[in-house]
């Protein structure tokens, strides 16, 4: 297998073009590619189009931001579509001040969306949201009696995901309640960047093991030693 | 008849509702108390929707693992032969009917079953999270809340004002005040809790209530 480039978490951060839709793995900051949102950050890159579960935490009172909670209060992003903002007051702020979009999407039809974004789905039919908001502007189809929204695929420009470990061809193993959305927005971004904890040689990890194939990633970054 | 707020004994008597075997997702806020309250071997198994199956124990303070959190972000412990996956599986199981019971916290239950918890709108806007899966796919919806807004004004309704999480999904509402189950568009006061009387509970309740006491 031809190894994948290992970059610098800034280079990492330079692929992504002003205007991009991202998406970032994570789950309130657990499983989230933290160097690399940092490098975007630190990039300043602007009008992003967020996909992720959630946008991170951002307690007003205590001062506390996580993950991607920085990046909305630098205002990087144009729109976000996620399914959960109860944690983050500042993104609040901005939906109720109308100054950037929100989409919220429930959490199983957000990754069945990204899941058929990257398997070729034309959609998914599902019976999360029939008759509440959610279901307003979209097709509703009965099938065998119960009805169903048909709800739309989810790519992205760009991914940016977790993982506890890769080996050099970009073969990647998560780890604990960290694998959440990682390994579907890896099947569903034109470029895949996976930071990773521990880089092994290829032939290292067990193939019945593997959680995202190798083909899904593009370029793998090292990610700082963890705190755990 | 003086009330007191009484969160324990929701999560209490919620508890009981699962039978060995069953699994069960809590939901955040209130609900995640009903953990403390299941017997440690009873065989209740709890889903997690961020990715695990036999979800323990918060972890010890400062013995925690960030890459071990529940759905509130919390540090927590998994169980001997607990088992992780990603956002697709997770909620396939809930949406696919695996999952037996979800407790679900509550802005608004109505008399028709129906939840409104994820939004008031130009206000609090947290979002629905899984609740929209959890209402359409688990078997059995358990609404756990106080009975009483802070203004006073009873959760229980005729009907909800709030955009809804789910239409007529719920089966059982507990509060500190007692259980209701949700049958033919009225709620059915199945249980008083102490020391409140079954007409002093009705009469403090803004929907139709039907008494159903064993």
Known sequence: MIAKPVISAAEAAAMVRPSASIMLGGFLGCGAPLGLIQALLEAGTRDLALVACDAGVHDLKTGKVTAQAHLVRNRQFRQLAVSHIGLNQEIQRQLNAGETRVELVPMGTLAERIRAGGAGLGGILTPTGVGTEVAEGKQTLVVAGRSYLLETPLKADIAFVKARRADRAGNLVYRGTARNFNPLMATAAAIVVAEVEEIVETGALDPDQIHTPFIFVDFLVQAAAPER | ?214
């Open chain 2, 1 to 214: 008849m003086d009330y007191v707020e009484n969160k324990e004994i929701i999560a209490r008597r919620i508890a009981r509702f699962f039978r060995p075997g069953a699994v069960v997702n809590l939901g955040i806020g209130l609900p995640t108390l009903v953990a403390n309250h299941m017997p440690a071997d009873g065989g209740v198994v709890l889903q997690s929707e961020n990715g695990m199956m036999g979800l323990g124990p918060a972890a010890p303070a400062g013995a925690g693992d960030r890459d071990l959190t529940n759905a509130g972000g919390g540090l927590v412990t998994v169980l001997t032969g607990g088992c992780f996956f990603d956002s697709a599986t997770s909620f396939g199981i809930i949406r696919g009917g695996h999952v037996d019971f979800t407790v679900l916290g509550v802005l608004e239950v109505d008399q028709e079953g129906n939840l409104a918890n994820y939004v008031v709108p130009g206000r609090k806007v947290p979002g629905m999270g899984g609740a929209m899966d959890l209402t359409a796919g688990a078997r059995v919806v358990i609404a756990a809340t106080l009975h009483f807004e802070p203004s006073g004004a009873s959760r229980l309704k005729r009907r909800c004002t709030l955009p809804l999480t789910a239409p007529g999904k719920v089966d059982w509402v507990v509060t500190d005040l007692g259980v209701f189950a949700v049958k033919g568009g009225r709620f059915h006061l199945t249980e008083c809790f102490g020391p409140y009387p079954p007409e002093w509970i009705v009469g403090r309740t803004d929907a139709d209530v039907v008494l159903d006491l064993a």
